[in-house]
């Protein structure tokens, strides 16, 4: 079986480097004979990886790395990944499908905000666009000014950001009135969890055919995924990695259609294979052919991070249900946060909420029907607070909507 071989290879170059060596001790790759010895394989964390740091999952000698990359933990020691020549070029063909299968072509121009350096985001960007042939506008993310003036002049086609930047932009350019000026046919947004009401906006306001990228810095970056134009379901190019929907809590891989963690295991990676990686992102496989023909299968649109499911007063809240419930709200806007406080022994969740009603009397009413909704939808009850448009802070990295203040 071909993808058993290639699974089999991989974990044999990953223990070339110190952390896979020490890992797998005593295991022999002749043990694994089945896709199901290769599941009993212990999981990779993130924590795991500050292990290794800095070079413990390097896997080829020392001089054939060309570029490194690094993911920033919320705490401590940062993980850096390796790459070699082979490892950058794998990434942009990768990264040009990506754009192929939203139709973009080297006739386009490609506005890219998401950050240059460390992290892996802006230049994933733009040398899958350079090698399309396509225009890349390097812009990085800031200065909104310089962001719509160069969007103007150089006729950007194509916005590439997160959710909460493309939304920003969007609401600026409604505001100086320079839509007419604007040439954007598609937007390219990073993978983040976010709501139908958000993309409405965005789509609405830039009147763009946006598409979801999918991808993390442990495993090449942006690009290893992205909805075609029949579904929001993004095909995953499997050809260059292998992976697994598992249940958070329990680790158990779990049967095709159901909701849980994504688990990914690099196929051709040099510089720092990995194996059984816990992405934390949380999806399920969508079973069947795609309309489109493309053979790479799918996965949903991702509901959120297995670490920001919180659970209040025995209830369990994914962000992406709280979008869901209120984007069916009228006058409420797509922008939110939750505030988890434990006050006189007792759990008090907290929801802000964006609107364009006057705050007073008139968003009074609206926060009680929030209210409502949300002990119907959620299960318990909360203190629904509206605040102004533009009230609650756009990021130009992925958004946090839930502040637990408990711990
Ligand atoms: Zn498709």
């Known amino acids: 079986m071909k993808l058993l071989d290639d699974i089999r290879a991989s974990i044999q170059h990953a223990m070339n480097g110190a952390f896979y060596r020490k890992r797998f001790a005593g295991m022999e790759i002749g043990d694994i004979k089945t896709m199901d010895d290769f599941h009993k394989i212990p999981y990779t964390d993130k924590d795991d990886l500050r292990d290794a740091y800095p070079m413990g999952l390097l896997a080829v000698p020392d001089e054939r790395i ?41 006739i386009d121009r490609i ?11 802006g230049i994933g960007f733009q040398a899958g666009a350079e090698l399309l042939g396509a225009m890349a506008i390097p812009m990085g993310p800031g200065n909104t000014d310089k962001q719509i003036q160069m969007m103007i002049d150089m006729k950007s086609t194509v916005l590439c950001a997160t959710s909460s930047y493309a939304l920003l932009l969007a ?43 999918y991808g993390l810095t442990e495993i090449y970056g ?11 379901a993004m095909h995953m190019w499997t050809d260059y990695f292998y992976y697994e929907i598992i249940d958070p809590k329990t ?52 509901i959120g991070r297995s670490d920001d499911m919180v659970k209040v007063r ?18 409420v806007s797509s922008e939110y946060q939750i505030m988890i406080d434990h006050l006189n022994g007792r759990d008090i969740l907290t929801l802000f909420f964006e609107t364009e009603l006057q705050i007073g009397a008139p968003s009074a009413s609206l926060e009680k029907v929030v209210e409502n909704e949300f002990r119907q939808h959620i299960g318990i009850a909360s203190r629904a607070r509206a605040v102004s448009m533009g009230e609650l802070p756009r990021s130009e990295k992925k958004s946090t909507r839930v502040f637990d203040n408990r711990y």
Request: charged residues 25%.
């Open 66 to 106: 060309v570029r490194i990359h690094s993911s920033s933990g919320t705490t401590g020691t940062p993980v850096i990944i390796p790459y070699t020549q082979k490892d950058v070029g794998d990434w942009a063909i990768m990264f040009k499908r990506c754009y192929e299968t939203a139709g973009i072509t080297s």
């Open 111 to 121: 506005h890219i905000t998401p950050g240059y350096g460390l992290w892996t985001a």
């Open 171 to 213: 609401e600026e350019i409604e505001k100086r009135g320079v839509r007419d000026q604007i040439f954007l046919k598609k937007g390219v947004i990073g993978s983040e969890r976010w709501g139908d009401k958000m993309r409405r906006r965005i789509a609405g306001e830039l009147g763009v055919e946006l598409y979801d990228i």
């Open 222 to 232: 942006p690009g290893i995924g992205i909805n075609c134009e029949c579904d929001s």
């Open 251 to 302: 680790g158990d891989l779990l049967p095709e259609g159901e909701m849980g963690e994504l688990v990914i295991t690099t196929l051709r990676k040099e510089g720092a294979p990995l194996i059984r990686y816990r992405t934390h992102d949380l999806t399920r496989s969508v079973p069947g052919m795609c309309a489109c023909g493309r053979e790479y299968p799918r996965i949903a649109t991702l």
């Open 314 to 331: 025995g209830a369990i809240i994914y962000p992406s249900r709280v979008d869901e419930l209120l984007s069916a709200i009228d006058g």
